[in-house]
C-alpha cells in the first residue's frame, strides 16, 4: 500500500515539475520542490527494497531454492513424457500448477544475488520451458497424447538447458 501511495506521489512530482517548467519565467521554486519530492518518493521506494530483501521470505528465494523447484519440474515434466498415456488429465493439472515457482518472487532476490543480465537469461529460458508445459497440457485435455507427449519432451530439453544456465551462473558468480 505504501509503494502504490508513493508511486502516486511520484507520479504527480514529475507532473507539476513539468508544469512548473513550462511557465514563462519558469516558477523555479515549485520545480526545485518538484524535483526534491521525487527524490525522496524514489529514496523510499529503494528503503522499501531494501527492507523486503532483507525480510525473513526473501531469503528462502534464492537461486539453489529456484533451482530445486526447477528440477522438481523437471522431473515431472520427464515423468509425464514417458508415462502420458496412463495419466489423468486432472493429475497433470493439479501437480504441475503446484510446482512452477512463483517467478515474481524471485524476481527481486534473484536479481540482487545474481545480476539481471545472468537473471534474464535463466527466465528468459525458463519461460520457453514454462510455455511447452502449458501446451502440453493443453494438448492433454484436448486428448491428444502424441503432441501432449511432444511438448513434455521438448520442456524437459528446455529445463535441462535452464538447469544448466542456473548451475553455470553458480559456478561463475556474478
Not at 73 to 97: C, Q, R
Not at 162 to 172: A, E, P
Request: proline share 1%; aromatic share 10%.
Amino acid at each position: 500500500m505504501i509503494k502504490t501511495i508513493n508511486y502516486i506521489i511520484l507520479a504527480f512530482a514529475l507532473f507539476a515539475a513539468s508544469i512548473f517548467a513550462s511557465f514563462q519565467p519558469i516558477n523555479w521554486f515549485g520545480f526545485v520542490i518538484s524535483i526534491s519530492v521525487m527524490v525522496i518518493c524514489i529514496f523510499i521506494d529503494k528503503r522499501i527494497a531494501k527492507k523486503r530483501l532483507e525480510s525473513e521470505d526473501s531469503n528462502n528465494l534464492n537461486l539453489q531454492a529456484f533451482l530445486s523447484e526447477i528440477i522438481l519440474l523437471k522431473e515431472k515434466a520427464d515423468f509425464y513424457h514417458k508415462n502420458i498415456e496412463k495419466t489423468k488429465i486432472s493429475e497433470i493439472e493439479n501437480v504441475l500448477s503446484e510446482l512452477f515457482p512463483d517467478v515474481e518472487n524471485y524476481r527481486l532476490s534473484l536479481t540482487n544475488e545474481v545480476n539481471i543480465n545472468n537473471y534474464s537469461k535463466i527466465i528468459s529460458v525458463f519461460a520457453k520451458a514454462e510455455r511447452k508445459i502449458n501446451r502440453a497440457v493443453s494438448a492433454t485435455i484436448d486428448g491428444y497424447e502424441t503432441e501432449s507427449k511432444k511438448y513434455f519432451g521438448e520442456a524437459n530439453e528446455i529445463l535441462s538447458v535452464c538447469i544448466d544456465l542456473i548451475k553455470k551462473v553458480q559456478d561463475n558468480g556474478r
